[in-house]
């Protein structure tokens, strides 16, 4: 956002899939929990100190980006999303019909993290999830549900940190080596 305001952009906007979250603690997130409340960092700051409002439109996502004839970006469709909860009571985004949108755009840059992984494995496999919808494995065994699988990282923890990864893709290959051989000598 204050990079975009450098470069004298003639209008920014921020596309967020969450929606707002409160600007005071819901009872539900007591100290000393870390506190989920509403945020303005410098760069939103700015934005509405140059355009008068926060750049920021929650509960939105982006459907398709379209270009020019020289295939240079042109627009971006998006619609509005609710919040519902699924059959295994996670919340997942449901799109709303008839807040489909087009922006003008020139430059999008994508900067986002993800919610949880990807359905497909854990559904073909029969992979246990946990109530964050991360693959179910205690840290250092790395062993799921199902005989032989077993799940380190992102996948297993939730959205996290290259050291993370590293340390968990060492212990889980040490696992496997413990399972296939029986006993292992990595550390
Ligand atoms: C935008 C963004 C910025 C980040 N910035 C930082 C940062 O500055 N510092 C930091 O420490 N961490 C950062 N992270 C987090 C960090 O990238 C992750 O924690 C880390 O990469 C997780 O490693 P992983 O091996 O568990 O998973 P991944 O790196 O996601 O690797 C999973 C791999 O599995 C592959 N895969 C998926 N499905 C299949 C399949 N069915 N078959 C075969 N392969 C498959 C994928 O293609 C991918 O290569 C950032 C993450 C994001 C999204």
């Given amino acids: 956002m204050g990079t975009s305001l450098r470069h004298r952009c003639k ?24 506190p ?47 919040w519902v909860k699924d059959d295994l009571g996670r919340f997942t985004p449901r799109e709303i019909a008839g807040t489909e949108k087009v922006w003008p755009a020139q ?16 559904e073909q496999l029969g992979v246990e999830r946990d109530e964050r919808s991360n693959a179910k494995a205690e840290y250092g065994k790395f ?20 050291i993370w990864a590293i340390n968990e893709g060492r212990g889980a290959a040490r696992e496997c080596d413990r399972y296939l051989m029986g006993s292992t000598n990595l550390l």
Wanted: glycine share 10%; charged share 25%.
């Fill in 11 to 34: 209008s920014v906007t921020q596309l967020e899939i969450m929606p707002q979250l409160p600007l005071e603690r819901g009872s539900n997130n007591p100290w000393p929990e870390y």
């Fill in 36 to 82: 989920r409340v509403h945020k303005v960092d410098y760069g939103q700051q700015e934005a509405a100190a140059i355009f008068g409002e926060d750049p920021r439109q929650y509960c939105i996502t982006a459907k398709k980006f379209v270009g020019d004839e020289q295939g240079q970006l042109k627009e971006v469709h998006t619609v509005k999303v609710e």
């Fill in 107 to 122: 430059l999008v840059l994508l900067a986002m993290g993800f919610t949880g992984p990807e359905e497909t494995l854990f």
């Fill in 143 to 162: 062993a799921t549900n199902l005989e032989g699988v077993f799940s380190a990282g992102d996948m297993r923890r939730g959205q996290s940190l290259v």
